[in-house]
């Protein structure tokens, strides 16, 4: 596939062969290849959410290459204040960089954006529906460890409902049949119209309601945060709240090549004693950010092919 | 002779067994308040059907990919172009690739029930019925849908 000029808003417009053209670009940037490539290129990041990964990242990632960064994180100082609508400030803003970078919370927010950006425009997140590139420097780490991603043993736990990242990944894993467990409690299960898709594209599911019985049974633990922000009933959100937590022992009784895995920001649901362990890999995922967004930068900029 | 209810017309077209009082609703979907004369049944004794409605458009030639949009309410509607008073096609509606501001995503989330955005749903399956928002992505199933 050609990135050049494309948009990157979902990940099922992609396939497993432009998954690989940005995994073996990850690769070859993480290697130290590519420097500077972007002279001259402008990235505006368009932030309506809080963040601190994917923006400071994908500002980081567009500087390593070289090029300059515009952009906001809040509308408290921008024209959104004042009422403008999202389509106006995309079409202006386009005219000031070379590619976008927006994450906002209302689903769509980011396909409605591409359809009116003279620019490419990357969905860094929107509302609990899709964020691309997270999925892709997941899937780097994981590939980074495990050569195969088709024969890896997926466990996603925790808020499974509202986790967007966890319906990208889980939606890419499902390319490559990887069996995959969903570990939540009822209330934050994963959506029924996902689990239906992701099993038609091939992939086994178990779908459980805690760790119980799965000592051994997998690779990858995939572990998230529940999504506070995106309950509409917090009488509900109570329910669930510290459901979940991930200790030392819990690593110990999952088996000792256990790898945990977390998108960040974590509340409680990974004890901090974890972090020394050589089964956490998630600052290691975090920092992976950088190489890949380098590559999603340079691919959609066409400066990469 | 057999008498006409509805007047036949010589140019035009005529959509024949709409469910019965859905007529306005096909009238609304193909943005025909404005296109010239309308003659509109509604509640006709039909063998096929206990009650349909019946729209005549003179005038005009409705294409394919304009009818086909009615799909979701109408979808055993016969589409007849009539010219010099005889009929010169007549056609079956078939499922478009996608619909436009016809049907309502059921998110509350998704920025077509936030802002005033038209919406717009891909075909993902025609049997059973799978539409997927363009923008949330969430599916809906047959039964779900609503009309705008």
């Known amino acids: 596939m050609d990135f050049t000029g494309k948009s990157i808003v979902s990940i099922r417009e992609l396939d497993k062969d432009s998954f690989l053209k940005i995994l073996v670009t990850s690769k070859e940037i993480k290697d130290g290849k590519y420097a500077d490539c972007l002279r001259g290129k402008l990235l505006a990041t368009l932030f309506f959410e809080p963040s601190t990964r994917t923006r400071l990242s994908f500002e980081s990632a567009m500087r390593y290459m070289g090029g300059g960064v515009i952009g906001f994180a809040g509308t408290e100082y921008t024209s959104v204040k004042k009422g403008e609508t999202l389509v106006d400030t995309i079409k202006t803003v386009s005219g000031y960089c070379d590619v976008i970078v927006i994450?906002?919370?209302?689903?769509?927010?980011?396909?409605?954006?591409?359809?009116?950006?003279?620019?490419?425009?990357?969905?860094?997140?929107?509302?609990?529906?899709?964020?691309?590139?997270?999925?892709?420097?997941?899937?780097?780490?994981?590939?980074?460890?495990?050569?195969?991603?088709?024969?890896?043993?997926?466990?996603?736990?925790?808020?499974?409902?509202?986790?967007?990242?966890?319906?990208?990944?889980?939606?890419?894993?499902?390319?490559?049949?990887?069996?995959?467990?969903?570990?939540?409690?009822?209330?934050?299960?994963?959506?029924?119209?996902?689990?239906?898709?992701?099993?038609?594209?091939?992939?086994?599911?178990?779908?459980?309601?805690?760790?119980?019985?799965?000592?051994?049974?997998?690779?990858?633990?995939?572990?998230?945060?529940?999504?506070?922000?995106?309950?509409?009933?917090?009488?509900?959100?109570?329910?669930?709240?510290?459901?979940?937590?991930?200790?030392?022992?819990?690593?110990?009784?999952?088996?000792?090549?256990?790898?945990?895995?977390?998108?960040?920001?974590?509340?409680?649901?990974?004890?901090?004693?974890?972090?020394?362990?050589?089964?956490?890999?998630?600052?290691?995922?975090?920092?992976?950010?950088?190489?890949?967004?380098?590559?999603?930068?340079?691919?959609?900029?066409?400066v990469l092919q | 002779m057999k008498a006409y209810k509805v007047f036949a017309i010589n140019e035009g077209t005529v959509i024949d067994h709409i469910p019965s009082t859905k007529a306005l609703k096909v009238i609304d979907i193909l943005g025909l308040e404005n296109e010239g004369i309308l003659t509109i049944g509604i509640g006709f004794s039909s063998e096929k059907m206990d009650k349909k409605d019946i729209i005549k458009i003179e005038n005009k030639y409705l294409k394919k990919e304009e009818t086909d949009k009615i799909s979701l309410i109408a979808p055993n509607a016969t589409i007849n172009i009539i010219k010099n008073g005889e009929l010169k096609e007549k056609r079956k509606i078939e499922l478009p690739e996608e619909y436009i501001n016809i049907v309502k995503c059921r998110n509350p989330n998704c920025i077509t029930s936030v802002k005033d955005i038209k919406t717009k749903f891909k075909i993902v399956s025609r049997s059973p019925l799978i539409l997927r928002c363009l923008y949330c992505e969430r599916v809906i199933k047959a039964g779900e849908v609503e009309i705008l």
């Open chain 1, 103 to 302: 994450r906002h919370p209302v689903e769509g927010a980011a396909r409605l954006a591409s359809e009116n950006a003279g620019v490419p425009v990357i969905n860094a997140g929107d509302g609990a529906n899709q964020h691309p590139t997270q999925t892709f420097l997941d899937l780097f780490t994981m590939n980074e460890i495990f050569s195969d991603l088709s024969t890896i043993r997926v466990g996603f736990l925790g808020d499974l409902k509202y986790g967007r990242a966890v319906h990208s990944l889980a939606y890419a894993l499902s390319l490559y049949n990887t069996p995959l467990w969903f570990i939540s409690p009822e209330l934050l299960k994963m959506p029924e119209y996902l689990v239906e898709e992701i099993r038609e594209n091939g992939s086994r599911i178990h779908e459980v309601e805690n760790l119980e019985g799965l000592d051994e049974q997998l690779d990858i633990l995939y572990v998230t945060r529940i999504q506070k922000e995106r309950f509409g009933d917090m009488q509900e959100y109570e329910k669930v709240a510290g459901c979940f937590r991930i200790t030392k022992s819990v690593v110990e009784s999952l088996g000792e090549n256990i790898k945990i895995m977390h998108p960040l920001p974590r509340v409680d649901e990974i004890d901090q004693e974890v972090d020394t362990l050589e089964n956490a890999i998630y600052f290691k995922q975090a920092h992976n950010g950088i190489p890949v967004r380098q590559a999603v930068l340079g691919l959609v900029l066409g």
